[in-house]
């Protein structure tokens, strides 16, 4: 039973080298491997790598700063730095388009800071092991705390009937969970990228202050180009239509 409390999640934990509890997998994880050091060295930090059939074959790298924050030219500076690291690891067999993306507001969920700015919110989360005879669970996330095999998330689960219980779900357990996308989440987001926007127009402001704005850019690289050109999305993953774009 994992006691429920807000964690207070420090030290390397705040930083780029929190681990990833939920994993890609095969190709994916292959990929992320290549991609999570040359995403580090530019400050930011792998969130999940997903590879679709889209526009011939798309390989989406979702990434952001550890502070969830994930700006236009974050996403420039790490197309230009992954074309020639994924060009000599030769990381597809295809031609391929290669897309820089923020995680969006219904976000994965892959590291336990993740889970504790998630507190309050609804997520989604399907288990790679049961848990009590079932692995899909919806429900709203009310503590992260350590538990007998590792970090785990507290879920409110309302069931048809309006009854309400709880359940502690192992992350390391988890096959994948993401935030539902509601009203409150999407307010929440509008408030920041308000927040953020005021920031920006301050001389003195962080740089990137303004990286909630949607924004999409194209970049051609190397010798897989014909097929690839990067896009660059920072709200929601930009799957492309049939002519890349």
């Given at each position: 039973?994992?006691?429920?409390?807000?964690?207070?999640?420090?030290?390397?934990?705040?930083?780029?080298?929190?681990?990833?509890?939920?994993?890609?997998?095969?190709?994916?994880?292959?990929?992320?491997?290549?991609?999570?050091?040359?995403?580090?060295?530019?400050?930011?930090?792998?969130?999940?790598?997903?590879?679709?059939?889209?526009?011939?074959?798309?390989?989406?790298?979702?990434?952001?700063?550890?502070?969830?924050?994930?700006?236009?030219?974050?996403?420039?500076?790490?197309?230009?730095?992954?074309?020639?690291?994924?060009?000599?690891?030769d990381i597809?067999?295809?031609?391929?388009?290669?897309?820089?993306?923020?995680?969006?507001?219904?976000?994965?969920?892959?590291?336990?800071?993740?889970?504790?700015?998630?507190?309050?919110?609804?997520?989604?989360?399907?288990?790679?092991?049961?848990?009590?005879?079932?692995?899909?669970f919806r429900?709203?996330?009310?503590?992260?705390?350590?538990?007998?095999?590792?970090?785990?998330?507290?879920?409110?689960?309302?069931?048809?009937?309006?009854?309400?219980?709880?359940?502690?779900?192992?992350?390391?357990?988890?096959?994948?969970?993401?935030?539902?996308?509601?009203?409150?989440?999407?307010?929440?987001?509008?408030?920041?990228?308000?927040?953020?926007?005021?920031?920006?127009?301050?001389?003195?402001?962080?740089?990137?202050?303004?990286?909630?704005?949607?924004?999409?850019?194209?970049?051609?690289?190397?010798?897989?180009?014909?097929?690839?050109g990067a896009?660059?999305?920072?709200?929601?993953?930009?799957?492309?239509?049939?002519?890349?774009?």
């Amino acid at each position: 039973m994992v006691e429920a409390q807000h964690p207070s999640v420090s030290g390397p934990a705040d930083g780029l080298d929190e681990p990833r509890l939920i994993e890609d997998a095969g190709a994916g994880m292959r990929i992320g491997r290549i991609a999570a050091p040359v995403l580090r060295d530019l400050g930011l930090r792998l969130v999940r790598v997903k590879i679709s059939a889209t526009a011939g074959t798309t390989v989406q790298i979702m990434a952001e700063r550890p502070d969830g924050s994930m700006s236009i030219d974050d996403c420039e500076r790490a197309s230009a730095a992954l074309s020639p690291v994924f060009d000599v690891e030769d990381i597809m067999t295809q031609a391929y388009r290669l897309e820089l993306s923020s995680p969006g507001i219904d976000r994965p969920l892959v590291r336990q800071s993740d889970f504790a700015r998630a507190v309050g919110g609804e997520a989604r989360i399907e288990m790679a092991t049961a848990v009590d005879g079932r692995k899909r669970f919806r429900g709203v996330i009310e503590a992260v705390a350590d538990g007998p095999d590792g970090p785990a998330v507290r879920l409110l689960v309302t069931a048809d009937d309006q009854s309400e219980s709880r359940v502690d779900l192992p992350i390391r357990n988890m096959g994948e969970a993401r935030l539902v996308l509601t009203e409150d989440l999407i307010r929440a987001a509008l408030r920041r990228e308000k927040t953020a926007l005021k920031e920006a127009r301050r001389p003195a402001g962080p740089r990137g202050a303004a990286a909630a704005r949607p924004a999409k850019h194209k970049t051609n690289s190397n010798r897989k180009a014909a097929a690839r050109g990067a896009a660059l999305e920072l709200n929601e993953p930009h799957e492309g239509d049939s002519n890349g774009r």
